[in-house]
C-alpha cells in the first residue's frame, strides 16, 4: 500500500508546493484532503510560476490523476476558474482531475458571513481570509451543508439551498441588519456550476481504496501547516480543518495505515500570516529582510507575513504528532548573506525556561524566545545541487536543525525552481 504524504511543519506557507510538485514525479494519484481555497501553493517549473488555490499539484505532470477528496471544501466559482486559468496555459484536466461528491461546497452566503463575522469570534480577531471556509466547515457540522452530491442534483439543490438562504436571510437582516441574499439568482448560479462540475463528481473515497489495493502510488497533499489544526494549532488562531496528517484518512476515506511516508516541510525560517501567537517574530530589519528576500506575501491574499527565527519546539511538537519520516527545509538561499542566524530553541515564561511546545495558546502568547545565534554564510546557493557544496556553516544550520527537531532531513530547497533542490535520498 505504497503512498506519500507531505505536511506542513510550521504555520503554513512552507513551500510545499514545490516538493509537493517535486515529489509527484513519481505518483499516480494526488490528492488534496482538507482546506479549501484559502490556502494556495506556488510552484515554479521553468520559469513559469503557477499559483493553486484549490486544485493538486499534481495537475502539472500530465500523467497523474488529481483528486479533491471529501475533507476540502469547495467554491465552486474557485475551482471552475482555476481549471479555467490552466486549461488557457495549455494544461487540460480533461480525464485527470475527480471531485469528492462527500466535499462539502462554499457558498455566497458563506463568504458574506465570513465578513460579518470576523472580529466577533469571542472578541477575537483571527484574521481570517474572508473567503467563507469557516462558515462552510461549521454548516457540515451542523449537518445543513450543501455537498458535491446536492450541488449536481437540481431537486436536491433547490430544497437543501432554499432552507439555508431563508435562514442565513434571517440571520443577515435581524442580527447583523445587513441586506439578505437573493435565492432565485443564487440557485441559478448553483444550478448552472452544477452542470458544469457534474462529470467530475465520484466517490473518491472508493476510487482511492482501489488505487491503494492496486499498488498505485498516492501522494496526500496538505494545506497550511499543524500549528494551524483546528485541533492542535494555536486555537483559535487557526484554521477550519485538520491540517496535519491526522486529517489524511478522514479528509479521503482510506486507512490511517494507508498515510505512508511522511515528509515535513518547513522553512529555514519562520512565517506566519494572521493574528495568533508567533514566539520567534523578529520586529526589526531581519524581519523585513525576511519578508522582501523569501517573497513572504500570501500565494492566495497576497497579504504580508509576519517572520522570524526558525522555531524548534514548535516544529519539534509537529513531528512528534505526526509523525514525521523526513523533513524537507525549504527557502534556505533566502539566508545567504545574513552574518548570523537565529535559532528558537527554547522559551522562558513566566521565569521558566520551557523546551516543548505548549499546547494552551495563553502560554505560548507569553513565550518569550530564547534565540541560539549561529554564523552564516555570505555566498549564493541558489546553483548548489549536493549537501557538500553548501558552505560549511549552512550545512551545520541544516543539521543543527534535524538533530534538534528530531528528523533526518531528506529535501532541501534551496531556490524556487524544481531543479534548485538538493535530495539525501529519494522519499
Known amino acids: 500500500m505504497p503512498a506519500t504524504s507531505v505536511i506542513g511543519a510550521q504555520w503554513g506557507d512552507e513551500g510545499k508546493g514545490k516538493i509537493i510538485d517535486l515529489a509527484t514525479d513519481r505518483a499516480d494519484v494526488v490528492v488534496r484532503f482538507q482546506g479549501g481555497a484559502n490556502a494556495g501553493h506556488t510552484v515554479i517549473v521553468e520559469g513559469n510560476k503557477f499559483v493553486f488555490h484549490l486544485l493538486p499539484s499534481g495537475v502539472l505532470r500530465e500523467d497523474k490523476l488529481n483528486v479533491l477528496a471529501n475533507g476540502v471544501v469547495i467554491d465552486p466559482v474557485v475551482l471552475l476558474d482555476e481549471v479555467g486559468q490552466f486549461e488557457n496555459r495549455g494544461i487540460s484536466l480533461d480525464g485527470r482531475l475527480r471531485v469528492s461528491g462527500a466535499a462539502h461546497c462554499v457558498m455566497p452566503y458563506h463568504r458574506v458571513l465570513d465578513g460579518l463575522r470576523e472580529g466577533q469570534k469571542a472578541g477575537v480577531v483571527i484574521g481570517t481570509t474572508g473567503r467563507g471556509i469557516g462558515p462552510a466547515y461549521a454548516d457540515k457540522a451542523n449537518r445543513c451543508g450543501i455537498r458535491m452530491w446536492d450541488l449536481i442534483d437540481e431537486d436536491r439543490l433547490r430544497a437543501r439551498l432554499a432552507a439555508n438562504v431563508h435562514e442565513k436571510n434571517r440571520l443577515f437582516t435581524r442580527m447583523f441588519e445587513s441586506d439578505p441574499l437573493d435565492f432565485d439568482e443564487m440557485f441559478e448560479v448553483a444550478r448552472a456550476q452544477g452542470r458544469k462540475l457534474k462529470p467530475l463528481v465520484s466517490d473518491t473515497g472508493a476510487l482511492l481504496r482501489e488505487a491503494l489495493a492496486a499498488d498505485k502510488h498516492v501522494f496526500f497533499e496538505g494545506a497550511q501547516g499543524v500549528m494551524l489544526d483546528l485541533d492542535h494549532g494555536t486555537y483559535p488562531f487557526v484554521t477550519s480543518s485538520n491540517s496535519d496528517s491526522l486529517g489524511i484518512a478522514a479528509g479521503t476515506g482510506v486507512p490511517p495505515r494507508a498515510i505512508g511516508h511522511q515528509i515535513g516541510v518547513a522553512k529555514a525560517y519562520c512565517t506566519r500570516v494572521g493574528a495568533g501567537p508567533f514566539p520567534s517574530e523578529l520586529h526589526d530589519d531581519r524581519g523585513e529582510r525576511l519578508r522582501e ?28 504528532l505526526c509523525g514525521f519520516d523526513g523533513l524537507a527545509l525549504t527557502k534556505l538561499d533566502v539566508l545567504s548573506g545574513m552574518e548570523e542566524i537565529g535559532l528558537v530553541v527554547a522559551y522562558e515564561i513566566d521565569g521558566e525556561t520551557v523546551e516543548s511546545y505548549p499546547v494552551d495558546t495563553p502560554l505560548i502568547e507569553r513565550a518569550k524566545p530564547i534565540v541560539k545565534m549561529f554564523p552564516g554564510w555570505s555566498e549564493d546557493v541558489r546553483a548548489v545541487r549536493s549537501f557538500q557544496e553548501l558552505p560549511a556553516t549552512c550545512r551545520a544550520f541544516v543539521e543543527e536543525i534535524s538533530a534538534r527537531v528530531g528528523v533526518r532531513w531528506e529535501i532541501v530547497s534551496v531556490g524556487p525552481g524544481r531543479e534548485s533542490t538538493i535530495i539525501r535520498e529519494a522519499p
Not at 528576500?293 to 509537529?318: L, N
Open 293 to 320: 528576500g523569501g517573497g513572504e506575501f500570501g500565494a492566495t491574499t497576497g497579504r504580508p507575513r509576519r517572520c522570524g527565527w526558525f522555531d524548534v519546539p514548535a516544529a519539534r511538537y509537529a513531528a512528534e
